[in-house]
């Protein structure tokens, strides 16, 4: 969803305006050395900057300003004069002070770690010792004004752009660009959305509270997406915390306690700022390819908590289809001991490569803070969150409203988005550029005159053994993405069989404050039963190994499914589910190599191969800091780091409805995402379930075995289709991803920025006698791991042309099975930061 974000925003347009004073240039030493970290500032102002690794700096400033100074520890200082407002591609000289050349910091190699050796590392330990007496942790209750900006830009406007044949008709949008203060580059704002809010926490309930104001956009549909989209990216953070979590990775602070070991530190400075005194310190990452920042902080003297701070990803950090990463903040001086954030101001570069003349696109976000209340006590009522908080007043606010509430002006061309906007919308290529990118987005075909979303397309074809070719058509309603009913079906057609398929599935939310919803659906369809532990409650749901074109066995155990289902859904509580629905299945093998049979005494031949059931579940869900988007019965998740556990209560009635059996089943499943630090992303799955009742194969809990060459999470890849059956199990799946943190301290293979993986996965089970007994197919031994764990374990390496995984799987045990696969090789495909 995120990659497909940025895809449909290429596709939108608008203009901003020039900055007064900008200037760009490189800083060398006396031997033609770039000089790294050099401070760059407009003489008589605050406003400055520091160069790269490269020497390369970028500086601008809405004044006017005469003379630029360049300085650097253990040089002199060098004023040059700006003879013009806009002054590119300068180059600076600086030489080394003979006064002071005993002293010179070489801030490009190893510094030191001990204080007595490092002035900078001492004033550390102050900040260490200090930052959990900083900011809002010293007060039990807080309040404050927000004001938040989202922004995306396309950045590198160059005459081939405009004058390429993806704009041609809609030049009108260049008429003016501006120019990132960061990187230098031109840029055109292509979206832009404005929100106020206030914000209520209490830090001994540990509970915080958003009350949205109001909210003006650009006004495309799709804005709450795109919005939660940069949102979950740029996710709050707190700087005097140890790491901090960008596009789903762990990034070290350089106020981390444990940056002495991934930083170097050097102090270069110290001033007044805010009558204050202020030291400032350098830092720049110890190794590379580590997610680590550059840059440069100011802290007090006397409380050491920060003043301002900036922070720029290496280039070398690994992240795809990011090029910058910059973030600035700046901390208000309330007392002489009280320092709170007063603006936070982040930009990332979104592109396909890192080549310095790429184009691509800024995602920008800044905030501001004000109006701070500290130690007034709310009831801890006030603090519990609503299933539904819409507020349709807030997204309706006049133009009073924002002139009143924002805290920062909008520039002049910032101020035309929203009508530049409507005129865009009207322009024909733009609507079917911006369709384009909308089907890349939802994986729909949307038909606005008949309120009807054809797709999804990428489930056009599929294959199997049974089926042959499969082709699929199906479409659903679309009145608007806040509906608060939808109809959405399918049919389809397998040319092997010669039999068509189809499904139907309805729902409705009835209550929106609650979210009561029903729904109901009939489906025929052909299915792999056992694709996982846990069972699906999604009526028009098919897994990825009935479709699997190539397998390492013949993939032809397939079952005949006739489902009809009614249930009803509420969310009491916010991301806290209760399900309540009855199911009725006829099962049956659908292939004549494989069998579904049972032992019964009331069919002539005492054995009946298709089983008709009436089962009614109880299901609770709970999703611990999940967010959503959208308001209406279909929602879409706007982050993916949350926990996720499940239970269920299904029991199966005899005699209701012709049914064959009666049986209680439970079933259980936690399934959490943990950041381990700077050491990479684990994922676990406990998964457990017991069948009361004598049931065939076809109700038992098959352990997922997994034949095609993908990688699945949640299934076993060395093991067949019904190898193991269970009525009892209890399974674990562990995956960690170490972003690269290996392979970026092997130098061959620094460079390529791939991504080590381990998995292991195990699973225990047993099987009663009756069951075995009761159950009379053929060709499938029913054999349950009751003897010992059966567990698999995985060597992966991810990120391979930014897109690729291979996992090199080995089984641990069991292998006396028949067929039994001892080693294999999966692979999968997708995009990821």
Not at 240 to 261: A, H, Q
Not at 753 to 770: A, P, Y
Request: proline share 3%; hydrophobic share 35%.
């Amino acid at each position: 969803m995120k990659f497909n974000l940025l895809i449909t925003c290429f596709f939108l347009t608008l203009v901003s305006a020039f900055a007064q004073t900008k200037v760009s240039g490189y800083v060398y030493d006396e031997n033609d050395e770039p000089v790294a970290f050099a401070n760059i500032i407009f003489k008589g102002s605050f406003e400055g900057t520091i160069t790269n690794e490269e020497g390369r700096f970028y500086l601008e400033s809405d004044s006017t300003w005469k003379t630029l100074i360049v300085s650097f520890v253990g040089y002199e200082t060098i004023e040059v004069p700006l003879e013009k407002k806009v002054n590119y591609n300068l180059k600076f000289v600086i030489k080394e002070e003979a006064a002071a050349l005993s002293e010179v910091v070489i801030v490009t190699g190893k510094q030191s770690k001990k204080a007595e050796e490092n002035p900078a590392i001492a004033i550390m330990q102050k900040v260490w010792e200090r930052k959990r007496q900083n900011g809002l942790r010293q007060f039990n209750q807080y309040a404050y004004d927000r004001y938040e900006k989202v922004e995306f830009d396309l950045n590198t406007i160059d005459s081939a752009l405009i004058n390429g044949k993806l704009f041609k008709g809609m030049e009108f949008v260049f008429e003016q660009v501006d120019t990132s203060k960061v990187t230098g580059k031109t840029y055109l704002p292509i979206f832009i959305n404005e929100e106020v809010a206030k914000v209520y926490g209490d830090n001994i309930l540990n509970k915080e509270k958003v009350e949205l104001k109001g909210n003006k956009n650009s006004g495309f549909s799709n804005n709450e997406s795109i919005i939660d989209f940069i949102k979950d990216l740029y996710s709050e953070y707190d700087v005097y915390d140890n790491y901090l979590k960008f596009f789903d990775k762990s990034f070290v602070s350089p106020i981390s306690t444990t940056g002495i070991n991934t930083y170097n530190y050097v102090l270069a400075d110290s001033a007044f700022i805010d009558n204050k005194w202020c030291y400032n310190i350098i830092y720049y990452p110890r190794r590379k390819n580590e997610l680590t920042f550059k840059g440069d902080f100011w802290v007090n003297d006397s409380t050491y908590a920060l003043k301002e701070i900036n922070m720029q990803a290496s280039k070398s950090a690994n992240i795809n289809w990011v090029k910058e990463i910059y973030i600035e903040q700046e901390f208000e001086v309330v007392n002489d001991t009280l320092f709170l954030i007063k603006r936070d101001y982040f930009m990332s570069d979104f592109t396909f490569n890192k080549k310095e003349k790429s184009r691509g696109i800024y995602g920008k976000r800044t905030t501001l803070y004000d109006n701070y209340v500290f130690n007034e006590l709310k009831d801890e009522k006030f603090y519990k969150e609503e299933v539904f908080n819409y507020n349709e007043d807030a997204y309706n606010r006049d133009d009073a409203f924002w002139d009143e509430n924002r805290m920062e002006s909008l520039s002049k061309d910032e101020r035309g988005v929203y009508k530049m906007l409507d005129t865009l919308k009207t322009v024909a290529k733009f609507k079917r550029l911006y369709n384009y990118g909308s089907i890349l987005a939802s994986g729909y075909v949307e038909i606005d005159k008949w309120n009807f979303d054809y797709g999804p397309i990428l489930s056009t074809f599929g294959y199997n053994d049974v089926e042959g070719l499969r082709l699929r058509t199906g479409g659903r309603t679309y009145f608007g993405r806040n509906d608060l009913w939808r109809v959405q079906g399918f049919l389809a057609y397998g040319f092997k069989d010669n039999k068509f398929k189809y499904g139907l599935s309805a729902k409705w939310l009835l209550n929106k404050r609650n979210r009561l919803i029903i729904s109901a659906g009939h489906r025929r369809d052909i299915e792999q039963i056992g694709a996982s532990l846990t069972t699906s409650q999604d009526v028009l749901g098919r897994s990825l190994a009935s479709n699997a074109v190539f397998t390492t066995a013949p993939n032809d155990k397939l079952s005949n499914i006739f489902l009809t289902t009614i249930a009803l859904e509420i969310e009491p509580v916010k991301n806290f589910l209760i399900r309540y629905g009855a199911d009725y299945r006829t099962l049956s093998s659908a292939s004549p190599t494989f069998s579904l049979d049972y032992v019964d005494p009331d069919s002539p031949t005492g054995v009946s191969s298709e089983i008709k059931q009436l089962e009614n579940t109880l299901a609770l869900s709970y999703f611990p800091n999940r967010k959503m988007t959208g308001h209406g019965v279909e929602r879409t998740n706007a982050n993916d780091n949350y926990a996720s556990i499940f239970a269920q209560l299904s029991v199966g009635r005899k005699d209701l409805l012709n049914s064959d059996f009666e049986y209680t089943k439970l079933q259980f499943s936690y399934i959490q995402p943990w950041q381990i630090g700077g050491f990479g992303r684990l994922r676990s799955t406990i998964e457990a379930g017991k069948t009361f009742g004598e049931v065939p194969l076809g109700l038992l809990s098959v352990v997922p075995g997994n034949q095609s060459y993908f990688s699945i999470y949640k299934s076993f890849s060395q093991l067949d289709f019904y190898e193991f059956v269970t009525d009892t199990y209890l399974a674990l799946f562990l995956e960690h991803n170490f972003n690269g943190r290996l392979f970026s301290r092997i130098p061959l293979l620094r460079k390529l920025d791939w991504r080590e993986i381990v998995s292991i996965r195990g699973v225990w089970g047993s099987l009663s006698d009756e069951n075995i007994a009761l159950s009379a197919p053929a060709n499938i031994p029913l054999v349950a791991p009751n003897n010992e764990i059966y567990y698999e374990y995985s060597f992966g390496i991810g990120n391979i042309f930014k897109i690729f995984r291979i996992d090199f799987n080995f089984r641990g045990n069991y292998l006396d099975n028949p067929n039994a696969r001892d080693f294999g090789i999966t692979g999968s495909f997708g995009f990821e930061f």
